[in-house]
Structure formats: C-alpha cells, structure tokens
C-alpha cells in the first residue's frame, strides 16, 4: 500500500517526472530487455502497474494493440492524458486505479510490467512478510 504521503509526494512530483533523464534512460533499458525477453505480438493487450506519466509505455506503445497505463497517483494520470493529447499514440487507456485495495475486474493482459514500483507495495508476496 502506498502511504498517503508517498501518493502526496507523486502528486506532487508529476508535472517534473519527464524531466529527469535517469527516468528515460531507465525506461529505455527496460523496454529493450523486455521485448529481448518476451515473445511479443502486436494483437497482444499490456498493461502497466504503476505507470507513472508512461514513460515506459510510450517506449512500448508500437508493439501492443492497447496498453492500459493503471497508477494511482491522480496527478500522474493526469499528466498521462495531456502527453496522449500532443501524441500520435491511439492505443493507450490511462486509468486511476488502486489495484492493491481494489480488484480489478474489466479486461486481461496478455503482458503485465512494472517499473520501480514493487518497493511500494507493502504485500507482494514474499513468503517473509
């Protein structure tokens, strides 16, 4: 669970998230890695835990029919939807969305990727938790 001063603080940090080129040159490593890793097809459906302001699945945008971008963070969301305005990108659904408090029930994945976020999830399933 994130606490709320940690959603506060991304709220806060949304508007300057593009701003840090460590931000995209992480980014781009993973995306490379993971279409090195997994046999994707463009018919295949993603979706992104935690996606911040997409900066990762705007990397990944021309390899799946439709990637659904889920963080909590309102701001973050926000900054999604103005980046999808001044894009040509078509096959993106931002969504607000709590996943670890709230089932979520409206599609599958064929593909599901994170970035810098399991560190925030208070139970990923560690047997030592």
């Given at each position: 669970?994130?606490a709320?001063?940690?959603?506060?603080?991304?709220?806060?940090?949304?508007?300057?998230?593009?701003?840090?080129?460590?931000?995209?040159?992480?980014?781009?490593v993973?995306a490379?890695?993971?279409?090195?890793?997994?046999?994707?097809?463009?018919t295949?459906k993603?979706?992104?835990?935690g996606?911040?302001?997409g900066?990762?699945?705007?990397?990944?945008?021309?390899?799946?029919?439709?990637?659904?971008?889920?963080d909590?963070?309102?701001?973050?969301?926000n900054?999604?939807?103005?980046?999808?305005?001044?894009?040509?990108?078509a096959?993106?659904?931002?969504?607000?969305?709590?996943?670890?408090?709230?089932?979520?029930?409206n599609?599958?994945?064929?593909c599901?990727?994170?970035?810098?976020?399991?560190?925030?999830?208070?139970?990923?399933?560690?047997?030592?938790q």
């Open positions: 669970m994130l709320k001063n940690l959603m506060n603080e991304f709220d806060a940090k949304a508007r300057e998230w593009d701003n840090n080129p460590a931000f995209w040159e992480r980014a781009e993973v490379k890695n993971l279409l090195e890793m997994i046999p994707v097809k463009p295949m993603a979706m992104e835990y996606a911040g302001t900066i990762l699945s705007f990397m990944l945008s021309g390899n799946f029919s439709e990637i659904t971008l889920m909590n963070s309102s701001e973050m969301v900054v999604m939807n103005e980046k999808l305005k001044t894009s040509r990108v096959n993106f659904k931002p969504l607000f969305f709590d996943l670890e408090h709230t089932e979520y029930k599609g599958k994945f064929d599901i990727y994170s970035l810098m976020v399991l560190h925030h999830v208070a139970n990923s399933g560690d047997a030592d």
